[in-house]
């Protein structure tokens, strides 16, 4: 199990690296200029240079990523071009949020999803199975800022009971757990588990059906299991795989919640990064795109190695 | 006790669903304590199907089960929950054809023996580790101590198997329903496998039923032969009857396919044609198409049971004749 862990630990080595430097060439490469941006129109082409020139962008581009990479060793990802604040701040600040709203919405979407998907598995091909699998498919199909606006105007505008917009009164911007925040946390997290809670239904669906029809499981119950213990032996045999399919899952809802946190204005990652595209903030989308990718990265990793952990068959490769 | 280990009386079933298909046709069969009863047939002869219905494993929805089978004293068909949980792996159970296939791959060999140990003994964890642990002694798996640890695909396949057994035996069953266990194996390892369970029945003076299409691993293993054929039984005897004066043209079929006395270059005496679809129930001879001595009354209805001796029987129109030689 060590040995497997430091072989995996080494492997994400490159794979960091890589998503380093896909970032960093990603803004060289998107079309336009950053400074046109900030610069007045009539700015001459020695202001211009001059500028340049203050943001290292005169520089080659190997000797641009020494550098960046040497910054953000101490942890330094520069200036926010837009507001002139430091990225990391804003960056930490706004991945804290969305991983706020992942994980709640995670904790909805998994119980259900595995739930439904066992379910259905068990009691394949009867009206539950087909229940399940049409109502994961809408789920899957909806598209979730629709859903999003739709729930706001059912619960914020008409009921009243759940605040619309923001992560908590007021605008306040950091997180404190009481009910104040929290009420602020339901419509979105809510809106943004329906897809993940769909495809984890079918995922669990398909490995409890495909599993319940392996020979152990009539083994099992010759040797006098009750359904129970089948039932148990069932989970552990998917648990692996389903384990790797939420893992990408929770993946998604940190980087990919951009539309439901501009429908929300939730001042997560995913609004931080509209917002610096929109900008062209250069600095803030470099810091972002790299942190989201990192966390994909070490999310990949935890899975890895909770499977290994669980699943005695996957070690060995 | 001293009551017949098996009973069963006009057993019949039939798998419906977009075809019925009719897989056991009125089988009776009756074991003693501690014998040791072949089911010889080829695929599809209802075999396992057999063993499973022993076992109540036949998916309730999609079956119809019709006769009676009493397993020491017990209406098997009327068991139901936690009564069936108790007579499976308890009272009779079971080996499988393809112990890869048969072991849950991510629990270690030990948890599943010791998994079944305790839902029956009611023993703690610990206490049913160390009857795992002697199990596999038993079954002469070699540093025993460490296998206890090991998943199933860390296991050759004749390990496999002796762990199946292990599993089954685990118990003390009185009867043991062996589904084929030697044929997914190498031929070296099948007589090891065969040589430890005639060990074990002897050990522990348990009945065994033993699946095969084999008629020499059947000679090797059992007392006693039951010939099946399309969900029938078309003749039982002991062994030595069987084997030396098979009357049913099927037997004597299967006893003239098998490899031994042939000498090189001579072709192999096949029995043409396949066994029937079964989709409608009987109502003449079911080997009469394929049958070398068939007579034009053979289709025209069930043949009659010839019993020349006490547990001997014969299900042929022609049984009576007498044997003439090759």
New interface residues.
Partial sequence: MLSYLIRRLILVLPVAFGVSVICFMLVQIAPGDPLTAIMPIDATAEEQAAMRAAYGLDKPLAVQYAIWIGNLAQGDMGKSIATGRPVAAEVFGAVNNSLLLAASAAVIAFPIGVFLGFLAGYFRDTWIDRAVTAASITGVSLPNYWLGIVLVIIFSVNLGWLPSMGAGPGGSQAWVWNWEHMRHLILPAVTLSVVPIGIVARTVRALAGDILTQDFVQALYAKGMTRMDVLWHVARNAAATALSVMGLQLGYLLGGSILIETVFNWPGSGFLLSNAIFQRDLPLLQGTILVLALLFVAMNLIVDVAQAAIDPRIQRT | MTGKLVDIRNLSVRFKGKRTVHAINDVSLSMEQGETLALLGESGSGKSVTLKTL?G?LPPKRSEIDGSIHVNGVDVLSLRG?AL??????EV??V?Q?PA???????TVGHQIA??VR??KGVSRDEAMSVALDMLDRVRIPSANRRLHN?P?ELSGGMRQRVMIA??LA?RPRLLLADEPTTALDATVQIQILLLLRELQKEFGMGVIFVTHDIGVAVEISERVAVMYAGQIFEEGTTREIIREGRHPYTQGLLAANLHDVEQGQRLNAIPGAPPALESKPDGCSFAPRCPKALPECTAGLPPMLMPAPRRRVACIRAGEPVVAE
């Fill in positions: 076992l494993l936690k949980a108790k007579y499976r792996g308890g159970s079971m499988f393809e296939l048969a072991l849950d791959p991510v629990f998994e079944s839902r029956h998943y695909h599993l089954a118990c």
